[in-house]
């Protein structure tokens, strides 16, 4: 169950408190569902009883409790804890976690991609100019990844299809003037010193109103880099499956696995992609590759059996969606134009 399938099922809890209940409030659009904040319970919360509470004029703790019931009959849910004034903290049963993994894992590089914008027929134009091009570049895969159809084009250059060309050509570099970095560099002057991924990273992490870094931070290969570390996380995924393999195991969702914060990153992916898509924000993407690869380096260490210990369920079960989350890193790095290597 991801994100916007909870979603949908708070919704129709909702709905059906207004009908059966007589609560005088009207059906939201849409509700909002996200993890439990440091201290919190359960997989996901959401606020939605204390925001109809203040609509209807009923204390939200009434609310709650009707949504609560309902929502612990739906599939997917183990249970519902409020806590505070109001808040609905959800638990999802093992059916929907080993669902989850399997969806990542079946749809491999296309899972988030899905038809939000699809029939929509989009330009993305931009300045000659090195950030701007690279932004408009990966705007455009990010669109193209929700259905939409794209065409990036550079105001100044005839051809529109060189913007296509990845910003390691040199071709680039001779096309694109300095652009607003620091030390007015070239893209020329940055592909040479820090390669193409770093630029790209460096380019599209920052939101667009923020300045971009284009200092040696970029070639620290240490995990204070937020690039090396979400590309060690890739490759740390697939070691484990060479790992495991070695000791005669293979990833399989077969029992619940205690990582939250990992199952709540991959089931959010999605719908990080439709926003960044409908925000054209691929710093919105980069961000959540960020904290993907920190809740993945926080439980990798449980994968692989320890000294004397035999493979087991949990060992199967904890490297799938180790794969998962490297399927995740992998997928939004594409989309990003960044490599995903798998030796790093």
Same mark, same amino acid.
């Given at each position: 169950m991801t994100p916007a399938d909870l979603s949908r099922t708070v919704l129709r809890s909702v709905r059906r408190a207004v009908e059966e209940d007589g609560l /005088?409030?009207?059906?939201p659009e849409r509700v909002q569902v996200e993890r439990p904040r440091p201290g919190g319970r359960g997989d996901y919360a959401t606020n939605v009883a204390m925001r109809l509470a203040r609509d209807a004029g009923v204390p939200a703790l009434q609310v709650a409790e009707a949504l609560r019931h309902r929502l612990t009959q739906s599939r997917g849910i183990a #249970?519902?804890?409020i806590t505070g004034p109001g808040f609905l903290n959800i638990t999802l049963d093992t059916d929907a976690r080993h669902a989850l993994v399997q969806e990542v894992l079946q749809q491999g590089s296309r899972y988030g991609h899905g !038809? &939000?914008? &699809? #029939?929509?027929?989009? /330009?993305c134009r931009h300045r000659r100019e090195v950030r701007a091009a690279v932004v408009a570049d990966s705007v455009g895969r990010i669109l193209r990844s929700q259905g939409a159809l794209v065409r990036v084009t550079c105001d100044e250059v005839p051809d529109p299809d060189w913007v296509h060309l990845r910003v390691a050509t040199e071709y680039l570099a001779g096309c694109v003037g300095p652009g607003p970095v620091p030390a007015a560099r070239s893209a020329g002057d940055l592909l040479r010193r820090f390669g193409p991924d770093a630029v790209r990273w460096a380019l599209l992490r920052p939101a #667009?109103? !923020?300045r971009p870094h284009t200092g040696d931070e970029l070639l620290i290969q240490r995990e204070s880099n937020p690039l090396f570390r979400v590309r060690y996380a890739h490759s740390r995924t697939r070691a484990l499956t060479r790992a495991a393999a070695e000791l005669g195991f293979a990833g399989a969702y077969e029992e619940a696995v #205690?990582?939250?914060a990992l199952l709540g990153a991959l089931g959010e992916y999605p719908a990080v992609l439709a926003v960044a898509a409908r925000q054209q924000a691929p710093d919105r993407l980069a961000r959540h590759l960020e904290a993907t690869a920190d809740a993945f380096l926080a439980f990798q260490h449980t994968v692989l059996p320890l000294g004397d210990e035999k493979p087991s369920v949990a060992h199967r079960s904890r490297l799938a969606l180790a794969q998962a989350a490297g399927?995740?890193?992998a997928g939004g790095l594409s989309l990003l134009g960044i490599d995903a290597p798998e030796y790093l």
């Open positions: /005088r409030v009207a059906v #249970g519902v804890e !038809d &939000s914008m &699809s #029939g929509q027929v989009l /330009r #667009g109103h !923020d #205690g990582a939250p399927t995740v890193l």
